[in-house]
């Protein structure tokens, strides 16, 4: 596709289960990144990956989250056992290379009840 | 980590009239990324400042990185309803976010 691809765009969960999170990035973006975005707050860095290299993990909130990225294609973003503080927009983005631009998907909107 | 700064926070502003926002940090940065966001989508790229001292221009925007490459500015001329968003900076090292800054032109 032409942009950044996430799904679902809505998800809504019980507490105490397991969440996966999707992101298609665009083709030969070599870089990934996810953040979460608390209601009405700014962006908080979760995790970026680059290439093969070993992701950059230091902004996981827990050891409930963890995410995957296969090659430079698809990442999953896996939230286990949610908290209700859990409840965000959680945003993708990838970009060319390091340092370049990053280009955003419309987000997965997680609410938990 | 280099950490960012943003503000004012929220800034409400009628049409037509002039603001300035700011991004800074005790760190130089190697380049900063001005983006925003409207509700509902992801942040979208604005502008890209690379050397101290640099200015750049989009239509009524304009972008100033400082001489020592640890703030920038985005100053807004006239401003729209169509301006009304969420102002975030970066740091392209490590692409943190700061707070951002939410605007909102009222008609």
């Known amino acids: 596709g032409a942009g950044v691809s996430q799904s679902p765009s809505n998800k809504v969960t019980e507490k105490g289960k397991d969440v996966e999170l999707r992101c298609d990035p665009i083709s030969g973006h070599t870089a990934l990144y996810w953040y979460r975005q608390r209601l009405g707050q700014g962006l908080e860095f979760l995790i970026y990956f680059q290439g093969n290299s070993a992701p950059d993990k230091s902004g996981l909130p827990s050891d409930r989250f963890s995410a995957e990225r296969t090659g430079e294609s698809v990442s999953t973003l896996t939230i286990q056992r949610t908290q209700q503080e859990d409840s965000a927009v959680y945003l993708c983005?990838?970009?060319?290379?390091?340092?370049?631009?990053?280009?955003f998907g419309n987000g997965t909107r997680l609410t938990v009840t | 980590t280099q950490l960012l700064e943003q503000s004012p926070q929220f800034l409400s502003i009628q049409e037509g009239e002039n603001l300035t926002v700011y991004c800074n940090s005790s760190s130089v940065f190697s380049s900063l990324q001005w983006y925003r966001q409207e509700p509902g989508e992801g942040p979208v790229l604005l502008v890209t400042v690379v050397t101290g001292g640099e200015v750049k221009k989009l239509k009524r925007l304009t972008f100033q990185f400082g001489d020592a490459r640890k703030d920038s500015s985005l100053h807004i001329t006239a401003a729209q309803p169509g301006d009304t968003g969420l102002y975030l900076c970066?740091?392209?090292?490590?692409?943190?976010f700061g707070a951002g800054t939410r605007l909102t032109v009222k008609p």
């Open positions: 983005a990838s970009s060319a290379k390091r340092y370049s631009p990053l280009h």
């Open positions: 970066a740091g392209a090292y490590d692409m943190r």
